[in-house]
């Protein structure tokens, strides 16, 4: 069984910066891809970034240029750096990961982008 467990999140100004953590537990070479996925009350959950085994990256428009998703295989570990936040990023923060036909996710991390 897959297990991710997200961390990181927590209150932040306009324009300020949060690093997200995804560990996984075994590697994450195993994972065909892994993404960060965000959720709003009454909206569907929306791809924020992704990366696949082999390194590229993907992200929304609305992302792109203040976010950046890296991993740490050692650490079995997926971050999402966000700079630049903006109180529309306000959100639970999903991390994803496709192995094979099946697709698991983490609990999800509150991010809230307020003054």
């Known amino acids: 069984q897959v297990h991710l467990v997200e961390s990181g999140g927590g209150l932040v100004q306009p324009g300020g910066s949060l690093r997200l953590s995804c560990a996984a537990s075994?590697?994450?070479?195993?994972?065909?891809?892994m993404g960060w996925y965000r959720q709003t009350p009454g909206k569907q959950r929306e791809l924020v970034a992704e990366i696949t085994r082999g390194g590229s990256t993907n992200y929304a428009d609305s992302v792109k240029g203040r976010f950046t998703m890296s991993r740490d295989f050692a650490k079995s570990t997926v971050y999402l750096q966000m700079n630049s936040l903006k109180p529309e990023d306000t959100a639970v923060y999903y991390c994803k990961a496709d192995k094979y036909i099946s697709a698991y996710w983490g609990q999800g991390t509150q991010v809230t982008v307020s003054s």
């Open positions: 075994g590697s994450i070479l195993s994972f065909n891809v």
